[in-house]
């Protein structure tokens, strides 16, 4: 059918009762505006599980509303994790979903998933490589006959470009603001910024305590993205660096593929393509281009079977 629901993975608790109150896009816009009684959390963190017992709450929750188990089926799960994580990481995130009902757990990096939803052929004898910038992470790698040749992983990708301008606000006007990734989104620039194009943010002044409302620019958010930009295009760099010649040449001729929500950063793309010298192409659908090839996996299922 395609993607049936497509949520955040926020959740909102009920801490005296330990009931969820609600998933993903509402429990999101719970986020720093709960009682004292209720907890919005994200389980997941730098793209692992960092509470087990919510994660798993939250899986069952989705599953059960795309109605995907019943007392005579149990759905088999593709999850697609960073190309970095532990063997540990991994049983963890196996057995999250195993409790939850699944049949049949598979597990898959999120580079090679994104390349296949981007649509490139990784099959063949010919090098690929794919930036995938998502919300936990951001993972680098070079592919060829369907799997990954060198590969590097980041944590620092959408969520930490959200507390960049967070702690930068901060740090230069004293004022502290909540989580606004439309500042990400819609307003940031981290090529050549317009410091005449303005924003006005709304915050609690640090000092007084009192709401307070001020105007920032596009330089400020070049400025609050400048350090984690850098260490994305140093990994690139280094990844690029350490490929074999043959699979670097092919690259040189196609480019490397953007991919994940965290690739629209205004700016991002030319950044990239001024340090690594190379062109830099963002994916036809990047938000959903790991959703997308996980899809083609799941109707492939002996390809997944002989990676794992």
């Known amino acids: 059918k395609g993607i049936i629901l497509k949520e ?13 109150l609600a998933t993903g ?35 069952n929750n989705y599953i059960k509303r795309v109605k ?9 799960v593709l ?4 190309s970095n994580i532990t063997e540990v990481e991994k049983s963890a995130i196996i057995e999250a979903a195993e409790r939850t009902g699944a049949r049949k757990v598979f597990i898959e990096e999120e580079p090679k998933v994104a390349a296949i939803g981007a649509g490139i052929k990784i099959k063949n004898p010919t090098g690929n490589m794919v930036i995938d910038i998502g919300g936990g992470t ?12 060198i590969s590097s992983s980041l944590r620092i990708a959408g969520n930490t470009f959200d ?24 307003f940031a620039n981290v090529y050549k910024p317009d410091k005449k194009k303005e924003l006005i943010v709304k915050g609690r002044n640090l000092i007084t305590g009192l709401p307070i409302t001020i105007t920032i620019n596009q330089e400020d958010t070049a400025k609050a993205l400048e350090d984690s930009i850098k260490k994305i295009v140093s ?15 092919d690259i040189v001729d196609k480019g490397v593929i953007l991919t994940g929500g965290g690739s629209l950063l205004k700016g991002l793309q030319k950044v990239l ?36």
């Open 163 to 186: 507390q960049d301008i967070i702690n930068y606000i901060r740090e230069k006007y004293q004022v502290l603001i909540g989580e606004r990734t439309e500042i990400k989104i819609n």
């Open 235 to 249: 990994v690139s760099i280094n990844v690029l660096e350490n490929t074999p010649p043959e699979l670097a040449a």
């Open 273 to 308: 393509k001024q340090n690594l010298k190379i062109p830099v192409l963002i994916a036809q659908s990047p938000l959903t281009c790991v959703v997308e090839g996980t899809k083609v996996l799941l109707d492939d299922i002996k390809s997944i079977s002989k990676c794992i």
């Open 25 to 59: 896009n509402e429990a999101k816009e719970m986020l720093g505006r709960t009682p004292e009684q209720i907890r919005a959390v994200r389980p997941l963190k730098d793209g692992v599980i960092a509470d087990f017992e919510i994660t798993e709450l939250m899986l």
């Open 79 to 82: 999850i697609c994790c960073p």
């Open 8 to 20: 955040p993975s926020v959740v909102a608790i009920d801490t005296t009762t330990g009931n969820i």
């Open 138 to 149: 951001t993972d680098i790698a070079v592919l060829s006959m369907n799997n990954i040749v």
């Open 68 to 76: 995907a188990k019943s007392l005579l089926t149990r759905p088999r």
